[in-house]
């Protein structure tokens, strides 16, 4: 139980051309989901905490107008990233809670490697 | 400020010994510890976490950490390392204090943990 699945694995896009990224809990109802960003061999940057129905929170210094987050339904969380550029590149990765509260883990899924040329 | 700390970048063992990855944490109130492992190009895979209760939390794969509530310590073991086990490992803690961050993990910055046949 407590799959999150999120699409795409992997995805090359031009600079300037917007890219979104799909954040799925197949198996439980998400109220709270978590976008992360990690530079390699690094640790996870919190970009934005994705609440269903309310507009998301975003961490200090994520420009929230190049990173859109949307969580229209309790089982569903996207990121686009906007106008991206080379800079942009990296490893994107969402979590969910469970619906244990704040006893329960993280459910991560597979991330997503965005190369951006 | 909530924080945690993984003081080794890597550790390295050989098949069959034990491994500790250090974590040490501060965080408002009571903590809530996990620890996630992430394979290459992979979101993470809960291993275990500490609520409440024994001290000595097992988890997956054969995995057991110790909380250490002087030493704000929450180390991961495993009495005998397998090859398998080499991935990047990361400490978080949930703090179950603290208002807006309420839920959030915050994340140690990783320690890449190498067994060698």
């Known amino acids: 139980g407590a799959v999150v699945s999120q699409h795409p694995s992997r995805v090359i896009c031009k600079s300037g051309t917007s890219v979104k990224i799909e954040c799925r809990s197949l198996d439980f109802q998400a109220t709270t989901m978590f976008w992360y960003r990690q530079f390699p061999k690094q640790s996870l940057m919190l970009m934005a905490t994705?609440?269903?129905?309310?507009?998301?929170?975003?961490e200090q210094g994520v420009e929230k107008d190049k990173f859109l987050i949307n969580h229209a339904s309790l089982t569903l969380s996207t990121l686009t990233v906007t106008s991206a550029h080379p800079e942009d590149s990296s490893f994107y990765i969402c979590s969910a809670t469970g619906q244990g509260g704040y006893n329960s883990p993280l459910h991560f899924g597979n991330g997503t490697r965005l190369t951006v040329t | 400020a909530q924080s945690v700390a993984q003081p080794e970048d890597q550790v390295n063992v050989a098949e069959g010994n034990p491994l500790t990855v250090k974590c040490t944490y501060s965080v408002s109130g009571n903590p809530y510890l996990f620890w996630y492992v992430q394979y290459p190009n992979r979101g993470l895979q809960f291993l275990l976490k500490?609520?409440?209760?024994?001290?000595l939390v097992k988890g997956s794969y054969g995995f057991e950490a110790e909380f250490n509530k002087s030493q704000t310590s929450f180390h991961l073991k495993k009495p005998s390392a397998l090859v398998s086990d080499s991935a990047l490992y990361f400490c978080a803690v949930r703090p179950s204090l603290g208002g807006s961050t309420l839920g959030r993990l915050y994340f140690g910055r990783g320690t890449q943990l190498t067994v060698w046949p």
């Open positions: 500490y609520i409440t209760g024994d001290n």
């Open positions: 994705s609440n269903e129905g309310s507009k998301a929170t975003y």
